[in-house]
């Protein structure tokens, strides 16, 4: 089977169906609240490639066994929107 047989944009239609709508929620409530998170959002996940390639760990937060991005000086004070990441991730 090849890689992209498995992928597919509904995978969490059937996970874990509210997942989406939560962070179509969170991201929409985000952006409402200021009209420039959906642009800083965006730049976050790009930011994610810049250090160590695109494995999120631009999402994660440091520790012992996790080198994270987040406090990586490319992206130190440079980058924001982490808090609505948070958010998405503790359910909305």
């Known amino acids: 089977m090849a890689l992209s047989d498995s992928l597919s944009p509904s995978f969490y239609n059937h996970v874990c169906p509210q997942a989406l709508p939560a962070i ?3 991201v929409e409530d985000a952006v409402r609240k200021e ?3 959906g642009a800083s ?6 930011h994610d490639c810049f250090v160590n390639g695109c494995d ?3 999402l994660l937060d440091k520790t012992a ?3 994270s991005e ?3 000086i490319p ?15 503790v359910g909305g």
């Open 70 to 72: 987040k406090t990586a």
């Open 56 to 58: 999120a760990s631009i």
């Open 41 to 46: 959002l965006l730049r976050l996940h790009f």
């Open 24 to 26: 179509k929620r969170v």
């Open 75 to 89: 992206n130190n004070n440079s980058i924001r929107g982490f808090d609505v990441i948070d958010k998405i991730k």
């Open 35 to 37: 009209r420039r998170m």
């Open 65 to 67: 066994t996790i080198d």
